[in-house]
């Protein structure tokens, strides 16, 4: 089953070319679970992220606001494989976020 997420008002956000970046690497991630891409964009806004003031947990936000508009995800496959790659996602944000 999937989760309901927060949309309320997270404070500082991204800039639209992170966004659009992480809806690229995460497109990708979903469809050949390559990390490569996927980690270096999450670098990338971990940093932006930090310097904005944002919070691990909006950080997160944002990611999983991104994370459930995939098309891909619509497409179909298991619910518990999509769940488990998210999860992955989020220790990779994590991990990149506390890196800096």
Request: with cysteine; charged share 30%.
């Amino acid at each position: 089953m999937m989760m309901a997420h927060d949309t309320r008002d997270r404070g500082p956000s991204l800039k639209p070319e992170s966004i659009a970046e992480l809806t690229a690497a995460l497109d990708a991630y979903i469809r050949d679970e390559q990390s490569d891409e996927l980690r270096r964009c999450l670098q990338g806004i971990a940093v932006e992220a930090r310097e904005l003031g944002m919070h691990a947990e909006q950080l997160l936000g944002v990611l999983k606001d991104v994370w459930y508009a995939q098309p891909s995800l619509r497409e179909g496959g298991d619910e518990a494989d999509q769940t488990r790659l998210l999860q992955r996602v989020v220790s990779i944000c994590i991990r990149e976020y506390y890196a800096g």
